[in-house]
């Protein structure tokens, strides 16, 4: 079963516009966090911003912010003010069980963004 | 401080080779975990090594191997490389203690030819 879903493969948004990339998640561990990474041409994996399931406020990073719905097992991510150098692929991860457990990470399939001038 | 280095960045083998991958994690970062990136099969978890211990394994075969020393670099070793095994290999480092983030060098490319 697919544990971290991202239903949107392409997105275009106008520059300066946000923009919201879905990601839907699915585990029965209590404990778990939630991951979106940046992944330009170059291949590196950019780290952007992290939600544990037990914090209990949306974490915020810069123009980047987790809209964590719990319930729904929902982390979108929303870029503010997007750039052109937000253009990239974007990937939703999830880490099972609490981080002493292990550093494993799920990924999602990925939603590559591009940013319109 | 410096981030996860990778190395080498790009190499090209021929089947039937085998090949090493070298990871420098973040200073202080004990974890080291490897990723396996394609286009048909995105990004899989190959394993996770915890001070010099393998903590975690992915579902590839045996040929697919790690290790981590005491200053807690890692290598990745790939023998009987076949076709299939071009891809990027990701690593990534991170620790309890140094919070919950899990940070990823550039990646190593390998084209198996």
């Known amino acids: 079963a697919q544990k971290i879903t991202q239903t949107q493969p392409g997105m275009f948004v106008q520059e300066k516009e946000a923009v919201t990339l879905d990601c839907t998640y699915d585990?029965?561990?209590?404990?778990?966090?939630l991951f979106w990474y940046k992944q330009p041409s170059s291949g590196e994996m950019i780290f952007l911003i992290y939600?544990?399931?037990?914090?209990?406020q949306n974490a915020t990073e810069g123009r980047y912010s987790l809209n964590f719905q719990k319930a729904r097992k929902s982390a979108n991510l929303v870029i503010s003010a997007s750039q052109l150098g937000d253009s990239a692929m974007y990937f939703c991860?999830?880490?099972?069980?609490?981080?002493?457990?292990?550093?494993?990470?799920?990924f999602g399939q990925g939603t590559e963004l591009s940013v319109k001038p | 401080k410096a981030g996860v280095t990778q190395t080498p960045r790009y190499l090209i083998k021929t089947r039937g080779q085998q090949v090493t991958l070298s990871c420098s994690p973040i200073?202080?970062?004990?974890?080291v975990s490897w990723y396996q990136q394609t286009p048909g099969q995105g990004l899989q978890f190959l394993f996770e090594y915890f001070s010099e211990t393998q903590r975690n394994k992915g579902n590839f075969p045996g040929r697919f191997s790690g290790r981590q020393f005491s200053n807690s670099r890692s290598e990745m070793n790939v023998s009987t490389l076949e076709l299939g095994d071009s891809a990027l290999y990701l690593c990534?480092?991170?620790?309890?203690?140094?919070?919950?983030?899990?940070?990823f060098g550039e990646g190593s490319w390998l084209t198996v030819v």
């Open positions: 990534a480092s991170g620790d309890r203690a140094a919070g919950n983030t899990i940070y």
């Open positions: 585990t029965s561990d209590p404990s778990y966090g």
């Open positions: 200073s202080g970062h004990r974890s």
């Open positions: 939600q544990g399931s037990y914090d209990q």
């Open positions: 991860a999830m880490r099972e069980g609490p981080y002493n457990q292990g550093g494993k990470l799920i």
